[in-house]
């Protein structure tokens, strides 16, 4: 797959001074004002002035000029005009507006997250030593970006953009709620577009090394604020991740995610559909009426904040 990674995005907020500490309270490092860094991933968010909540840009990153080459004549058959150097494309994605960078970046290898010892039934793996997951520690910190979730007024016309002429692969659907979920490098998916009445954006996922990462992080953001909570702990059915969802002061949805499935052929992997897999969480509370509509989803269809 000539695509390797979801590299980075921005995102735009009526209010970004009010909405950055949130970011740097979910783990990410402020390198200057506005941009942000994962533990393993680099600056991987920029947060933007704008009229209203959405996802302003993707970056994602491509091997080398041969796929930018490829990117630009396939987006060219839809009739999108992308502007090219040697290392980046540039277009933008025509439903949502979102600016969409191709560029040339090197494939990010990430540090192993250390493996916990835990016992079960039958497999006793630590003996004589309480599990450190059960100890005070440091916050856990989120790894890298993992994916972006946004509203589409043409969902069908978002999904031929991001496979068609980016090259993004389909990984599973949800025709329940007029879902696709895509991913541009190993992941389950990097990005799903969702019909909405408006574009806007759902939320951000953050990679966590393991489900005690989710719980303490998002635990702590929790005893800070604890009307940040949306939904979780859970596991979603499509992608298998555990995830936690807070919401940030603009009304955007971030959410801690780990182990989420990683598909390397596309000829073993059994779609959703066939699988019996649960369209939205395998378990966890049930799931909120703000997760599936969120409360200012009318607001910014009618073009306000
Ligand atoms: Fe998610």
Redo the contacts with the bound molecule.
């Keep these: 797959m000539p695509l390797h990674r979801l590299a980075s995005i921005a995102i735009g907020v009526p209010h970004p001074d009010a909405v950055r500490p949130f970011y740097v309270e979910l783990g990410l490092v402020e390198t200057r004002p506005g941009v942000f860094e994962t533990a393993g991933g680099g600056e991987q968010l920029r947060i933007e002035r704008a009229a209203r909540r959405s996802l302003l840009a993707l970056t994602i990153a491509v091997d080398d000029a041969d796929d930018l080459a490829r990117a630009a004549a396939a987006l060219a058959r839809l009739g999108v005009v992308a502007e090219s150097s040697e290392r980046a494309l540039e277009c933008r994605e025509p439903a949502t507006g979102v600016r969409v960078r191709l560029a040339v970046e090197p494939r990010l290898v990430q540090k192993p997250a250390p493996l916990l010892a835990t016992n079960a039934p039958g497999r006793t793996r630590r003996v004589d030593a309480r599990s450190p997951a059960a100890l005070p520690t440091e916050p856990a910190r989120p790894r890298r970006l993992?994916?972006a979730?946004i509203g589409s007024p043409d969902a069908a016309a978002s999904r031929r953009f991001f496979v068609e002429g980016i090259g993004f692969r389909v990984s599973d659907e949800a025709p329940a709620i007029g879902a696709t979920f895509m991913r541009c490098s190993t992941d389950h998916?990097n990005l799903?577009v969702q019909a909405a009445p408006v574009s806007f954006l759902h939320?951000t996922?953050w990679e966590m090394d393991d489900v005690d990462a989710v719980g303490r992080a998002a635990a702590a953001m929790l005893a800070a604020d604890p009307s940040r909570h949306v939904w979780g702990l859970g596991r979603?059915g499509i992608?298998s991740?555990y995830?936690w969802?807070l919401r940030d002061p603009a009304g955007n949805f971030a959410?801690y995610?780990s182990d989420v499935d990683v598909i390397v052929d596309d000829a073993a992997w059994r779609a959703a559909a066939s699988s019996g897999a649960h369209p939205l969480a395998a378990w966890g509370p049930p799931v909120p009426k703000e997760f599936l509509a969120p409360d200012d989803i009318v607001a910014l269809a009618r073009g306000g904040a």
Excluded: D, M, Q, R
Aim: hydrophobic share 35%.
């Design positions: 993992a994916h979730v998916h799903l939320h996922a979603h992608g991740n995830f969802y959410e995610s």
